[in-house]
């Protein structure tokens, strides 16, 4: 039988100040909704230009931290018709990152000494998502004379749609900054997060940008990086149904099965949609939102026959009620979108039934709703 676990939306994150549920949010200013800004750095992306280039200060920050806790969310990236331009940040499921000052770790170095969660990732920390991203926030900060450890519980399955890679990349940059007095500003978070997406899936921020910024965020331009956070209404209830098989869809892999010829008429199609697509969300119109996001004519046809019941797990979303239902990120995590949580239910039971008679998955279903605030601090110990 098909196996069904519900997500319910809980306060997850404690501060050793106090005994009440809360967060620590992290110290720089994010932009509002009708403004973008640009990331002045430069990293190894597929660009041939240098207009980008690198700031590094010059002084290096005192810790005011003698240990930290982050985390940081899971994302769901491409939502249709936005392939690499487009995600947004879902609620109550990520990586977490413990990160704490090491005399036991040479100084400007940094180790990873424990990863919970999964046995396949390595503990090298030019091997591993956290690890790039940790290294390039002390480079930007100038660390020198401190050494550092961090240990990653991962509460993302690998290869799953997710952005597990980018929830292990957000936490860690993050972690590192804040120990630091949080020094940088979300664009450099952003950067530095993107230089291990580039080493592991590719050079794309429509997971790194939303799991470090949190809501819906447009990736304007890529060179230079310019991204422009999507303003949800407050007042909405969205509600994302996250079906998730046991298989795993690798990113490399799904982007390997993307066309690389597309029709005018293919494109024009996918362009109106996903500017349907940014005008729902920034409306908060779910049904326009799910009608959008189910309109991809590009690269879900490519990788849905890649993803045993997929077709059928769509479906049967749509016939249960779903506004719209899409491949989250690379798969093979399908999402459906919803205004309430016991529709949501609802509808990740008949997605979980398809994808067992149609695919022969097993599978398991979660209802988040948006997650707003993006990569935070969870727990702070002082020096």
Excluded at 70 to 93: E, W
Excluded at 212 to 222: N, T
Excluded at 225 to 249: G, H, M, R, T, Y
Aim: proline letters at 7%; one cysteine or more.
């Amino acid at each position: 039988m098909a196996k069904i676990w519900y997500h319910q939306p809980t306060t997850l994150f404690y501060t050793s100040q106090s005994p009440n549920p809360t967060t620590l949010s992290p110290k720089f200013n994010l932009p509002s909704s009708s403004s973008s800004f640009r990331c002045n750095l430069s990293l190894t992306s597929n660009s041939n230009s240098n207009s980008n280039s690198i700031s590094i200060s010059t002084h290096e920050p005192e810790p005011v931290y003698s240990s930290v806790k982050s985390f940081a969310p899971a994302t769901v990236a491409n939502l249709g018709p936005g392939f690499d331009f487009l995600g947004c940040a879902v609620d109550g499921i990520g990586d977490y990152v413990t990160l704490k000052i090491d005399p036991q770790v040479h100084p400007g170095q940094l180790s990873i000494s424990q990863i919970t969660g999964t046995s396949k990732l390595s503990k090298n920390p030019t091997w591993n998502c956290a690890g790039i991203a940790a290294i390039s926030v002390m480079k930007m900060l100038n660390i020198r004379s401190i050494g550092l450890s961090l240990s990653l519980e991962k509460g993302l399955p690998l290869g799953s749609g997710l952005g597990s890679s980018a929830a292990s990349a957000a936490a860690a940059a993050i972690a590192v900054n804040e120990l630091f007095g949080g020094k940088l500003p979300a664009s450099k978070l952003v950067l530095a997060g993107l230089e291990s997406e580039a080493k592991v899936s590719g050079y794309h921020a429509d997971n790194i940008a939303p799991a470090i910024m949190g809501g819906f965020v447009l990736v304007r331009s890529y060179d230079p990086l310019e991204l422009i956070p999507l303003q949800f209404p407050s007042d909405k209830n969205l509600c994302f149904v996250l079906v998730n098989p046991e298989f795993e869809a690798p990113t490399k892999k799904m982007r390997a099965a993307l066309p690389t010829e597309i029709t005018m008429s293919d494109h024009i199609w996918n362009s109106s949609q996903g500017g349907a697509l940014v005008a729902a969300v920034m409306q908060g119109d779910l049904l326009g939102l799910g009608k959008a996001l189910s309109s991809d004519r590009i690269v879900e046809p490519k990788r849905s026959p890649l993803i045993p019941g997929m077709d059928a797990v769509k479906k049967a979303a749509l016939d249960a009620g779903a506004f719209g239902c899409t491949i989250s990120g690379a798969g093979p995590t399908a999402v459906a979108v919803i205004d309430d949580e016991d529709k949501g239910r609802l509808i990740g039971e008949k997605m979980v039934e398809a994808f067992m008679v149609y695919g022969n998955l097993k599978a398991v279903a979660m209802v988040n709703k948006l997650d707003r605030v993006g990569a935070r601090l969870v727990t702070t110990t002082s020096r």
